[in-house]
């Protein structure tokens, strides 16, 4: 399924899209749920359930073209930063190496994870203008990224089980002031600016991905 944060007006509604895309039922209206992306997700299978019910037999009050709502970042603020790992394939880490914006000791693919965050406030919906002005050294990059969205969680997780803790996927825009990058020996400041982390159009349920190694 594909599940979309959207607005009518001013009013911010949680929806899945049917199977040709041109409609969004509205599961506020149809399900009753909250009108909150990470609220649904933490329903886990419960929430899934009822977004295939209302797919399968949508009420009509709960039918809402797409072409007259605007969708949403699927999280519009997510609760938490947003995690990110860098420099984690050998084609990137060339393209870094030769751009002069990494700092760090060229190399590739590092034996351990380089790991950032992104803050909350650096996300925006698909479609909406990328504030680049506000990047004072005038060095903004971007980065088409896939984003996996956490459902159930733990720890010491085995890796033949990490993929049961997937719930789906989106796409971010990973932009980055790559001066700023540079300068701080460090990744936030340089890739949260406000506006730097266009995501969606919508979450794919994990069960719709049968293979994305």
Known sequence: MRLVTFA?????RLGVLDEKGDRIIDLVRAAGVAPDMTAFVALGRKGLALARAALKNPPKKAVVPRKKVRLLAPFPRPRRNI????????????????SGFDGAVKAAVPEYPIVFTKATTAVIGPGATIPANLDPTHSVDYEGELAVVIGPGGRDIKKADAFKHVYGYTIVNDV????????????????????????????????EIEEVT
Request: contains cysteine.
């Open 8 to 12: 009518q007006g001013k009013t911010v």
């Open 176 to 207: 980055t002031s790559r001066i700023q990058q540079k300068q701080y020996g460090q990744w936030f400041l340089g890739k949260s600016l406000d506006g730097f982390c266009p995501m969606g159009p919508w979450l794919v349920t994990a069960d």
């Open 83 to 98: 995690l990110c790992v860098g420099k984690n394939y050998h084609d990137h880490v060339a393209e870094l190496n030769r």
